[in-house]
């Protein structure tokens, strides 16, 4: 699961035993009265008809919002004459599902969940990109047709995982003899209500480089049971890693720790935590920068091998309301020159085919390392499969990491319900997350 930029959350265990649940009422509450605000906002710029606007929905706020306005936003006004009203909101999601159901959505809407998009195409609720998204531009994992033969979305910008980063003055031995110490690792559960992400990226990763991509695609897909032996492995793993049954005072941390505040440690003096399972996009946080932060493969470092596959995850651009100035924000962030506003500067990556991988030399060797490996066309990349579950499944994958961090004792009860939820009628399951198998 991907995280949603925002501010300081935790997330921590119940005295006993948790059911799988929807957000707590404090964020609906909170959720539907932005949702009010944003669908008025929509209305309003739609009576006003004193200029072309389009309204556009994604969660990106402070920094990333400032960049996002000043690098795509702004070009794109000044060359088209169309004004962009941009909502960003750390509760996207609900605010996405309040508008859709008042019958005011967003023209354009920026997501990471590509199973939460595919659910809005099943409903209808999506304008496929047919004619205005070259299929070519982007890998099959990112722009991914549906089984009615119609792409919905394309990545604005990406980012690389199964990836773990170390300070650069970190010894190759010590880095080693850091793996199996949970203490090393820096690890932060809390983000509001998407709390328990990162634990699913762990156990995502771990079966990704354990069993591979066809494996990996099954149960992405609904069809490998999470009682199976695989995934139980993963789990398991995990758990040993983080000494979940054993050192209880790093689980408390860990699941009190916002994951923006992870990797603090890393720069404190002295020293705490020094390695961090995480996506690309952790690169930017002040600790990291500090520490010179360098990254390695996981799968080396945690099982001893290359890669089996790269796990990545995106955000992913969908068009719900079809009007010329719509169509033509849409060509417009699925271009090169929007594509490559993201790349510059370090603040994100592209796969766009148009867009090198920093082949002028520019920017920071880690940079245009995982550039490449983004868009390396011999290597295999699955998106987060947590993203491509169906959005009940999701949610309840990342309670279930945290309970399970928690309480590993529960994981065989946790792993049931996980089945049970998994074959509910209705569901929409990605038919592929990999672009190759």
């Known amino acids: 699961m991907s995280a949603h930029p925002g501010g300081p959350a935790t997330a921590a265990p119940g005295p006993g035993p948790r059911r799988f649940r929807r957000p707590g009422r404090i964020v609906t509450v909170v959720a539907s009265c932005l949702a009010v605000l944003a669908a008025a906002a929509v209305v309003g710029v739609r009576a006003l008809g004193h200029e072309p606007a389009v309204t556009l929905l994604a969660n990106w706020t402070g920094d990333d919002e400032t960049h996002f306005r000043e690098a795509v936003i702004k070009p794109f006004e000044r060359k088209y004459g169309i004004h962009v009203d941009y909502q ?168 009190k720790t916002p994951y923006q505040s992870a990797s603090d440690p890393v720069a404190a003096r002295p020293r705490g935590c020094t390695l961090e399972h995480q996506a690309s996009f952790i690169r930017g946080r002040p600790a990291w920068q500090r520490a010179d932060g360098r990254y390695v493969p996981s799968a080396e470092l945690l099982l001893g091998t290359a890669p089996r596959a790269w796990e990545v995850s995106g955000d992913l651009v969908s068009l719900l309301h079809d009007t010329p100035q719509a169509r033509k924000l849409i060509r417009y962030l699925a271009s090169a020159d929007a594509q490559r506003a993201w790349n510059e500067g370090e603040s994100g990556f592209s796969v766009h085919t148009g867009v090198p991988p920093a082949a002028d030399g520019s920017g920071s060797a880690w940079h245009r390392s995982l550039a490449r490996t983004l868009r390396d066309g011999n290597a295999k990349h699955c998106f987060d499969a947590s993203d491509a579950m169906p959005p009940v499944v999701r949610d309840a994958f990342a309670e279930a990491a945290i309970e399970f961090l928690a309480h590993p004792d529960r994981r065989d009860r946790l792993l049931g319900s996980l089945d049970t939820l998994g074959r509910t009628g209705g569901l929409t399951w990605l038919p592929s997350v990999c672009d190759r198998t």
């Open 88 to 255: 960003g909101s750390n509760a996207e999601s609900q605010v996405l599902g309040a508008d859709a159901e008042a019958g005011t959505p967003p023209d354009v809407v920026v997501l990471t969940g590509p199973g939460e998009l595919a659910e809005y195409a099943r409903q209808k609720q999506l304008v496929p990109l047919d004619g205005l998204v070259r299929r070519a531009d982007f890998g099959p994992s990112w722009a991914t047709p549906l089984t009615d033969g119609h792409v919905y979305w394309f990545p604005l910008k990406a980012d690389l995982k199964s990836i773990v980063w170390y300070p650069a003055d970190l010894s190759r031995q010590e880095l080693k003899d850091a793996v199996h110490r949970p203490a090393a690792w820096c690890v932060g559960m809390g983000s509001g209500a998407t709390s328990g992400w990162p634990g699913t990226d762990w156990i995502e990763d771990l079966l990704l480089q354990r069993y591979g991509p066809a494996v990996y695609q099954r149960w992405a897909g609904g069809g490998l049971p999470w009682t199976s032996p695989q995934v139980k492995w993963a789990w398991k793993t995990w758990r040993d890693l983080m000494r979940a049954d054993g050192d209880q005072d790093l689980v408390r941390l860990a699941l």
